[in-house]
C-alpha cells in the first residue's frame, strides 16, 4: 500500500468524524425548520442514531487502516533484518512516516473513544441542535428586519422567530424585530389580510410596545377583522385603565357589529386581567 493511499485513507477517517458534526447540523436545522411535521424529540433519536452509526463506520475504517500500518511495519521490519530495500512506493520514505501516521491515528481514535457512551453522543446531539437553533433564529431575524423582503416573507420569518427562539405565550421576540413586525400591522399600503395576519401573530405579546399601537389600529383602522385580532392582542394588558376602557366601550357600541360581539365576547378576560393588576398593586404597596 503506498504512502499516498495511506495518507488518503486517514484523511477520509478523519473527515468522516467530521461528517459527524454536518450531518447533526442538518438533522437539527431540519428539525427546527420541520416541527409541524416531525417533533424535537424523534429529530433527536434520529441525530443520535445517525452518529451511531457515523462512529461504528469510522470505528471500522480505523481498525482496517491500523491493520495495513502494521502490515508495513512487518515489511519493513523483515526487509531491513534481511538487508533488502522496502519494495513500496516511496520506499523509506513510508517506513519515516510510520510513526507519524500512527500518531495520527491515534488522534482520530481518541476522538472516537470520546464518542464512546449513548451519554456522550446523546449532548453532542443536543449541543447539535442548539447551534442550529441559533443559526435558525439568526437567519429569521436578518430576514424580519430586511425591509427590502416581501412583507409575507418577513411575517413567516418572525413566526418561525418566535418559534425556533423557544418563546411562548407572553414572551416577545427582539424587540427590534417585535417593532418591525408592528409597523407591518400599522401599514395600510398592505392589504387587510396581511394585516390581520401580521396583528394576529402579536397574540399573548404582553411587552409594552404593544398597546399604543394596537389602540392606534382599533381607533383607526378599516377593516373589522384588522380590529378584532387587535381587540386580542389589547386583552393580555387589561391592566392598563386605558385598554379596560377602550375595550368595554366598544363593547357596548362600535361602528362594526362584529367587533363589538368580539369586544363583549372578550370583556370578561380582560376584566380578570384587571383585577390581577390591582391585586399585584396592592401587594406592591403593603410591602412598601
Known amino acids: 500500500m503506498s504512502k499516498l493511499s495511506m495518507a488518503a485513507c486517514l484523511s477520509l477517517s478523519m473527515v468522516a468524524l467530521g461528517f459527524a458534526g454536518v450531518a447533526l447540523m442538518q438533522v437539527g436545522s431540519n428539525g427546527v425548520s420541520t416541527s409541524a411535521s416531525v417533533s ?75 464518542l464512546g457512551s449513548d451519554e456522550n453522543i446523546a449532548e453532542l446531539a443536543r449541543s447539535g441542535f442548539a447551534r442550529a437553533r441559533k443559526k435558525e433564529v439568526e437567519g429569521a431575524l436578518d430576514l424580519v428586519l430586511d425591509t427590502s423582503q416581501p412583507a409575507r416573507e418577513r411575517l413567516r420569518a418572525w413566526q418561525s422567530l418566535r418559534k425556533g427562539g423557544g418563546k411562548g405565550k407572553g414572551q416577545g421576540g427582539p424587540p427590534e424585530a417585535l417593532q418591525s ?52 392582542v389589547l386583552m393580555w394588558h387589561g391592566g392598563d385603565p386605558a385598554v379596560l376602557e377602550t375595550i368595554t366601550a366598544i363593547s357596548r357600541e362600535d361602528r362594526h357589529e362584529g367587533v363589538q360581539q368580539h369586544a363583549e365576547a372578550i370583556l370578561p378576560k380582560v376584566q380578570h386581567f384587571a383585577r390581577e393588576a390591582e391585586a399585584r398593586d396592592e401587594r406592591g404597596g403593603d410591602s412598601k
Not at 102 to 109: A, G, K, M, P, T
Not at 191 to 218: Q, Y
Open 40 to 114: 424535537e424529540d424523534d429529530s433527536l433519536r434520529e441525530a443520535v442514531r445517525s452518529i451511531k452509526e457515523l462512529a461504528i463506520n469510522l470505528r471500522t475504517e480505523t481498525d482496517q487502516f491500523r491493520m495495513r500500518i502494521e502490515k508495513i511495519e512487518r515489511i519493513a521490519v523483515g526487509s531491513s533484518k534481511s538487508g533488502k530495500e522496502v519494495k513500496e512506493p516511496g520506499g523509506a520514505d513510508v517506513v519515516a512516516d510510520i510513526a507519524a501516521l500512527n500518531e495520527r491515528l491515534e488522534s482520530v481514535e481518541e476522538k472516537l473513544e470520546s
Open 181 to 232: 413586525i408592528i409597523d407591518l400591522a400599522r401599514d395600510t399600503s398592505l392589504g387587510p389580510e396581511l394585516r390581520e395576519e401580521a396583528v394576529k401573530s402579536l397574540r399573548g405579546e404582553r411587552s409594552e410596545e404593544v398597546k399604543e399601537p394596537m389602540l392606534s389600529i382599533l381607533a383607526e383602522d378599516d377593516d373589522p377583522q384588522v380590529r378584532r385580532r387587535s381587540l386580542e
